[in-house]
T-cell receptor
Framework: DAKTTQPNSMESNEEEPVHLPCNHSTISGTDYIHWYRQLPSQGPEYVIHGLTSNVNNRMASLAIAEDRKSSTLILHRATLRDAAVYYCILALNSGNTPLVFGKGTRLSVIA | GAVVSQHPSWVICKSGTSVKIECRSLDFQATTMFWYRQFPKQSLMLMATSNEGSKATYEQGVEKDKFLINHASLTLSTLTVTSAHPEDSSFYIC???????????????FGPGTRLTVL
Protein backbone atom coordinates (compact mmCIF):
# COMPACT_ATOMS: atom_id res chain seq x y z
CA ASP A 1 0.00 0.00 0.00
CA ALA A 2 1.19 3.49 -0.85
CA LYS A 3 2.29 5.40 2.22
CA THR A 4 1.00 8.74 3.41
CA THR A 5 2.73 11.28 5.63
CA GLN A 6 0.83 13.61 7.92
CA PRO A 7 1.86 15.95 10.73
CA ASN A 8 1.41 14.37 14.13
CA SER A 9 -0.69 17.18 15.49
CA MET A 10 -2.26 20.51 14.62
CA GLU A 11 -4.12 23.13 16.54
CA SER A 12 -6.85 25.49 15.45
CA ASN A 13 -9.01 28.17 16.95
CA GLU A 14 -12.72 27.60 16.93
CA GLU A 15 -14.60 28.93 13.89
CA GLU A 16 -11.41 29.35 11.89
CA PRO A 17 -10.51 27.30 8.80
CA VAL A 18 -8.17 24.34 9.17
CA HIS A 19 -5.95 22.91 6.47
CA LEU A 20 -4.74 19.39 7.15
CA PRO A 21 -1.96 18.33 4.77
CA CYS A 22 -1.10 14.87 3.51
CA ASN A 23 1.83 13.81 1.38
CA HIS A 24 1.57 10.73 -0.79
CA SER A 25 4.42 10.94 -3.27
CA THR A 26 4.21 7.25 -4.25
CA ILE A 27 0.51 7.32 -5.11
CA SER A 28 -0.46 5.17 -8.07
CA GLY A 29 -2.77 6.25 -10.85
CA THR A 30 -5.70 4.22 -9.55
CA ASP A 31 -5.42 5.16 -5.87
CA TYR A 32 -8.21 7.21 -4.41
CA ILE A 33 -7.39 9.62 -1.59
CA HIS A 34 -9.66 9.00 1.37
CA TRP A 35 -10.01 10.89 4.63
CA TYR A 36 -11.49 9.42 7.75
CA ARG A 37 -11.56 10.86 11.24
CA GLN A 38 -11.81 9.28 14.65
CA LEU A 39 -13.34 11.12 17.55
CA PRO A 40 -12.20 10.08 21.04
CA SER A 41 -13.36 6.59 22.03
CA GLN A 42 -15.29 6.08 18.79
CA GLY A 43 -14.86 4.22 15.54
CA PRO A 44 -13.61 6.17 12.53
CA GLU A 45 -16.04 7.97 10.29
CA TYR A 46 -15.77 8.81 6.61
CA VAL A 47 -15.06 12.42 5.75
CA ILE A 48 -14.39 12.70 2.04
CA HIS A 49 -12.56 11.10 -0.87
CA GLY A 50 -11.33 12.06 -4.31
CA LEU A 51 -9.27 10.90 -7.25
CA THR A 52 -8.05 13.92 -9.21
CA SER A 53 -10.44 16.82 -8.91
CA ASN A 54 -11.13 18.85 -5.80
CA VAL A 55 -14.17 17.67 -3.89
CA ASN A 56 -16.65 19.34 -1.58
CA ASN A 57 -19.24 17.88 0.74
CA ARG A 58 -21.14 19.01 3.80
CA MET A 59 -18.28 18.11 6.11
CA ALA A 60 -15.19 19.34 4.31
CA SER A 61 -13.35 20.07 1.10
CA LEU A 62 -10.51 18.09 -0.42
CA ALA A 63 -7.90 19.88 -2.47
CA ILE A 64 -5.73 17.56 -4.56
CA ALA A 65 -2.45 18.73 -6.05
CA GLU A 66 -2.19 18.56 -9.81
CA ASP A 67 0.51 15.86 -9.62
CA ARG A 68 -1.56 14.04 -6.96
CA LYS A 69 1.45 13.72 -4.70
CA SER A 70 -0.21 15.68 -1.95
CA SER A 71 -3.64 16.71 -0.79
CA THR A 72 -5.22 18.96 1.82
CA LEU A 73 -8.34 18.42 3.83
CA ILE A 74 -10.06 21.71 4.54
CA LEU A 75 -12.47 22.24 7.39
CA HIS A 76 -14.01 25.61 6.65
CA ARG A 77 -14.98 26.52 10.22
CA ALA A 78 -13.57 24.33 12.93
CA THR A 79 -15.81 23.54 15.87
CA LEU A 80 -15.00 21.82 19.13
CA ARG A 81 -16.70 18.71 17.75
CA ASP A 82 -14.09 18.55 14.99
CA ALA A 83 -11.36 17.67 17.51
CA ALA A 84 -10.27 14.23 16.36
CA VAL A 85 -7.52 12.23 14.69
CA TYR A 86 -7.69 12.67 10.93
CA TYR A 87 -6.40 9.89 8.71
CA CYS A 88 -5.38 10.28 5.07
CA ILE A 89 -5.54 6.88 3.35
CA LEU A 90 -4.86 5.70 -0.17
CA ALA A 91 -6.97 2.86 -1.49
CA LEU A 92 -8.34 1.60 -4.78
CA ASN A 93 -11.83 1.66 -3.35
CA SER A 94 -12.29 2.08 0.37
CA GLY A 95 -15.50 0.10 0.30
CA ASN A 96 -14.34 -3.46 -0.15
CA THR A 97 -10.67 -2.83 0.47
CA PRO A 98 -9.27 -3.00 3.99
CA LEU A 99 -7.98 0.40 5.01
CA VAL A 100 -4.40 0.85 6.14
CA PHE A 101 -4.36 3.49 8.85
CA GLY A 102 -1.24 5.53 9.50
CA LYS A 103 -0.74 7.61 12.60
CA GLY A 104 -2.92 10.46 11.38
CA THR A 105 -3.04 14.05 12.55
CA ARG A 106 -4.48 14.84 15.95
CA LEU A 107 -6.44 18.08 15.59
CA SER A 108 -7.07 20.16 18.69
CA VAL A 109 -9.63 22.94 18.54
CA ILE A 110 -9.35 25.80 21.00
CA ALA A 111 -12.44 27.69 22.10
CA GLY B 1 -26.39 7.10 6.40
CA ALA B 2 -25.58 3.45 6.93
CA VAL B 3 -25.22 2.33 10.54
CA VAL B 4 -22.99 -0.33 12.00
CA SER B 5 -23.48 -1.40 15.59
CA GLN B 6 -21.29 -3.39 17.95
CA HIS B 7 -22.21 -5.29 21.05
CA PRO B 8 -21.13 -5.06 23.75
CA SER B 9 -19.68 -1.56 23.84
CA TRP B 10 -17.37 -2.61 26.65
CA VAL B 11 -16.58 -5.83 28.46
CA ILE B 12 -14.39 -6.80 31.39
CA CYS B 13 -13.48 -10.45 31.76
CA LYS B 14 -11.14 -12.70 33.67
CA SER B 15 -8.03 -14.12 32.09
CA GLY B 16 -8.71 -17.41 30.35
CA THR B 17 -12.32 -16.75 29.46
CA SER B 18 -13.71 -16.22 25.95
CA VAL B 19 -15.48 -13.10 24.80
CA LYS B 20 -17.75 -12.70 21.79
CA ILE B 21 -18.15 -9.35 20.04
CA GLU B 22 -20.95 -8.80 17.54
CA CYS B 23 -20.87 -6.46 14.57
CA ARG B 24 -24.15 -5.73 12.80
CA SER B 25 -25.00 -3.69 9.74
CA LEU B 26 -28.39 -2.27 10.68
CA ASP B 27 -29.80 -0.96 7.43
CA PHE B 28 -27.76 -2.58 4.71
CA GLN B 29 -26.26 -5.88 3.73
CA ALA B 30 -22.54 -6.40 3.80
CA THR B 31 -20.76 -9.26 2.12
CA THR B 32 -17.48 -8.03 3.56
CA MET B 33 -16.71 -6.82 7.04
CA PHE B 34 -13.38 -5.92 8.55
CA TRP B 35 -12.07 -6.26 12.09
CA TYR B 36 -9.51 -3.85 13.49
CA ARG B 37 -7.75 -3.57 16.82
CA GLN B 38 -6.50 -0.36 18.40
CA PHE B 39 -4.20 -0.18 21.40
CA PRO B 40 -4.02 3.02 23.48
CA LYS B 41 -2.34 5.95 21.72
CA GLN B 42 -1.93 3.88 18.57
CA SER B 43 -3.62 3.68 15.21
CA LEU B 44 -6.02 1.02 13.99
CA MET B 45 -4.51 -2.24 12.86
CA LEU B 46 -6.37 -4.58 10.55
CA MET B 47 -6.87 -8.02 12.06
CA ALA B 48 -8.94 -9.84 9.48
CA THR B 49 -11.34 -9.62 6.57
CA SER B 50 -14.62 -11.37 7.16
CA ASN B 51 -16.52 -12.68 4.14
CA GLU B 52 -20.10 -13.87 4.35
CA GLY B 53 -20.32 -17.61 3.92
CA SER B 54 -16.60 -18.24 3.76
CA LYS B 55 -13.55 -18.32 5.98
CA ALA B 56 -12.03 -15.10 7.21
CA THR B 57 -8.70 -13.89 5.91
CA TYR B 58 -6.32 -13.03 8.73
CA GLU B 59 -3.46 -10.56 8.67
CA GLN B 60 0.03 -11.78 9.35
CA GLY B 61 0.64 -12.20 13.05
CA VAL B 62 -3.02 -12.57 13.98
CA GLU B 63 -3.77 -16.03 15.38
CA LYS B 64 -6.86 -17.43 13.67
CA ASP B 65 -7.41 -19.98 16.43
CA LYS B 66 -7.41 -17.27 19.05
CA PHE B 67 -9.55 -14.73 17.21
CA LEU B 68 -12.44 -16.69 15.75
CA ILE B 69 -14.49 -14.86 13.14
CA ASN B 70 -17.88 -15.97 11.90
CA HIS B 71 -19.80 -14.12 9.19
CA ALA B 72 -22.92 -16.25 9.03
CA SER B 73 -25.27 -13.68 7.51
CA LEU B 74 -25.12 -10.53 5.39
CA THR B 75 -25.74 -8.36 8.45
CA LEU B 76 -23.74 -10.03 11.22
CA SER B 77 -20.11 -10.86 11.86
CA THR B 78 -18.80 -12.03 15.21
CA LEU B 79 -15.31 -11.97 16.69
CA THR B 80 -14.61 -14.34 19.54
CA VAL B 81 -11.48 -13.80 21.58
CA THR B 82 -10.73 -17.22 23.00
CA SER B 83 -8.81 -17.71 26.24
CA ALA B 84 -8.34 -13.98 26.59
CA HIS B 85 -5.27 -12.64 28.37
CA PRO B 86 -4.40 -9.14 29.60
CA GLU B 87 -2.39 -8.46 26.44
CA ASP B 88 -5.61 -8.88 24.44
CA SER B 89 -7.07 -5.83 26.17
CA SER B 90 -7.76 -3.39 23.38
CA PHE B 91 -10.39 -1.44 21.45
CA TYR B 92 -11.91 -3.71 18.80
CA ILE B 93 -13.61 -2.02 15.86
CA CYS B 94 -15.47 -3.50 12.93
CA UNK B 95 -16.39 -1.93 9.63
CA UNK B 96 -18.72 -2.91 6.83
CA UNK B 97 -19.19 -2.03 3.22
CA UNK B 98 -22.61 -1.80 1.57
CA UNK B 99 -23.07 -3.29 -1.85
CA UNK B 100 -25.25 -1.32 -4.25
CA UNK B 101 -26.28 -3.49 -7.13
CA UNK B 102 -23.16 -5.52 -7.71
CA UNK B 103 -20.76 -2.71 -6.90
CA UNK B 104 -19.23 -2.02 -3.50
CA UNK B 105 -19.96 1.41 -2.10
CA UNK B 106 -16.89 3.61 -1.99
CA UNK B 107 -16.96 4.16 1.77
CA UNK B 108 -16.59 2.00 4.84
CA UNK B 109 -18.90 2.36 7.79
CA PHE B 110 -17.37 1.72 11.17
CA GLY B 111 -18.91 0.46 14.35
CA PRO B 112 -18.53 2.41 17.60
CA GLY B 113 -15.98 -0.08 18.92
CA THR B 114 -15.84 -2.53 21.81
CA ARG B 115 -13.43 -1.92 24.64
CA LEU B 116 -12.15 -5.22 26.05
CA THR B 117 -10.37 -5.33 29.37
CA VAL B 118 -8.94 -8.65 30.50
CA LEU B 119 -8.03 -8.85 34.17
Amino acid sequence: DAKTTQPNSMESNEEEPVHLPCNHSTISGTDYIHWYRQLPSQGPEYVIHGLTSNVNNRMASLAIAEDRKSSTLILHRATLRDAAVYYCILALNSGNTPLVFGKGTRLSVIA
Amino acid sequence: GAVVSQHPSWVICKSGTSVKIECRSLDFQATTMFWYRQFPKQSLMLMATSNEGSKATYEQGVEKDKFLINHASLTLSTLTVTSAHPEDSSFYICSANPVIGDQPYNEQFFGPGTRLTVL
